[in-house]
């Protein structure tokens, strides 16, 4: 599947299902996928329903045409318009970068990915980028910073010295290089990143609901837990270790493996 391509007649964002998977895309091709309030209401009502449905267990995150996000809209900013989701301004910018989704997100990043659509990757658990995609936070070089939680992120996921070479050159880097710092975690042939997500995307809603929800709910959480060795970290963890054990499907799985056949998990 090559990334989606432009439709007049859609939202600014649309939700698509394959199988257990949500492939929600920004439409607003023609601007590059800029974030104006349109856009962030639609997205961020997308994910919204994707968290709400239980048959909905991984989401890709993408856009149409040939950009994944050239970030804010400058044309809305200039007019004073908002570019949040009206009364729902808590999702954060596109409506995603602090719309926690007790699941996981996938950025299939198809082509460039600039400032604010820089953010919108960050924001999400994994991603895929196209060979011929960039990705840069150029903030400093119109007098401003990130301001979607960019330089706190960013650091969080690649190495410190790389983080400070991307924020303050706002230089963008390359795919391969995204690759190699981290900050993807594949690399697609040009016109492959949603096929590609996708995959990943199947691979991993073949886990059990609620250990997918568990483990990303951790991960998050690790660098607020101390040391490992401390007992926060292991109540959190025992707490969320007593949850899905407790449940339906932790039983479905070993009876699964031992009948030799895909488990059927229900979610409880």
Known sequence: MTAPQPSDDAPAAVLERHGHTALI???????????????????????????????????????????????????????????????????????????????????????????????????????????NAVIGLPEVRRGLIPGAAGAVRLPRLIPRNAALEMLLTGEPITAATAARWGLVNRVAPAGKSVEVALELAEAIAAGAPLALGAVKRLVHASPDLGSDWESKAWAENDREWQGVSASADALEGPRAFVEKRPPRWTGR
């Open 25 to 131: 895309t920004l439409n607003r091709p023609r601007a590059l996928n800029a974030v104006n309030a349109e856009l962030s209401a639609a997205a961020g009502a997308a994910l919204k329903e994707f968290a709400a449905d239980s048959t909905l267990r991984v989401a890709v995150l993408t856009g149409a045409g040939r950009a994944f996000c050239a970030g804010m809209d400058l044309k809305a900013a200039a007019a004073g318009l908002p570019v949040m989701a009206p009364g729902n301004e808590e999702w954060g910018f596109g409506g995603v970068v602090s719309h926690w989704v007790d699941k996981p997100l996938i950025a299939a990043v198809n082509g460039h990915a600039l400032g604010g659509g820089a953010e919108i990757v960050l924001a999400c658990d994994l991603a895929v980028a196209d060979e």
